[in-house]
């Protein structure tokens, strides 16, 4: 199992999906050209920084929020809000 997987599982996030089933679970999905960013939270403890980025890829030419997108990278960091999140999406 990949690190991206291990990460996936941990975070519950799918491997495959589309951008339209990801606005469903999680409350911060961006359209960023053609890659989806996801700030996503998981508590890690008392005062402690919870929020992870994710970034999916399309994996097909169709753009909709019904395209098929594939998880392509998780932080290895958590951030303490979801804007460094995005941040850190953005930049990757």
Known sequence: MTS??????TYRLPET??????ESGWS???????K???AG???SGPKAN???GAIYEHTTPDMSCEGEIQLVAISDELF????HALQWA???
């Open 4 to 9: 991206l997987e291990k990460k996936a599982r």
């Open 17 to 22: 999906t589309t951008s339209e089933d990801l």
């Open 28 to 34: 911060t999905v961006i359209n960023f050209g053609n």
């Open 36 to 38: 989806v960013l996801v």
């Open 41 to 43: 939270y998981f508590y």
């Open 50 to 52: 919870d929020y992870y």
């Open 80 to 83: 303490a809000d979801n804007g």
């Open 90 to 92: 953005m930049s990757h």
